[in-house]
Nanobody, 122 residues
Framework: QLVESGGGLVQAGDSLRLSCVASGRPFSTYGVGWFRQAPGKEREFVCAVAWIGGITSCADSVKGRFTVSRDNAKNAGYLLMDSLKPEDTAVYYC?????????????????WGQGTQVTVSS
């Protein structure tokens, strides 16, 4: 089970850190992806971190602003979002896959959290 937290209402230029806490199997064995879905739009890939090797990837739209990380000791993954823009407004989801790489396809991931709302005002 995955539970996201850390969303909220912020102004453009602000930062937020989203957390994804896992229960059940050791989180260290999972690749973790972050996705978002804005109203009326399809869910899109944001960032991901592989289960091993510290390999990460992010969508071009957030590169240089968002940072994905994990803390296996805390069974948690994080998405640090800096320089937020109004177009970053969406529900953000974390997803996981056992032994997963840092891939961008949502169909790759087998477990999903319930989502956390991020709203960026201009």
């Amino acid at each position: 089970q995955l539970v996201e937290s850390g969303g909220g209402l912020v102004q453009a230029g602000d930062s937020l850190r989203l957390s994804c806490v896992a229960s059940g199997r050791p989180f260290s064995t999972y690749g973790v992806g972050w996705f978002r879905q804005a109203p009326g739009k399809e869910r899109e890939f944001v960032c991901a971190v592989a289960w091993i090797g510290g390999i990460t990837s992010c969508a071009d739209s957030v590169k240089g602003r968002f940072t994905v990380s994990r803390d296996n000791a805390k069974n948690a993954g994080y998405l640090l979002m800096d320089s937020l823009k109004p177009e970053d407004t969406a529900v953000y989801y974390c997803a996981a896959r056992l032994g997963g790489d840092a891939l961008s396809s949502d169909s790759y991931y087998s477990s999903w959290g319930q989502g956390t709302q991020v709203t960026v005002s201009s």
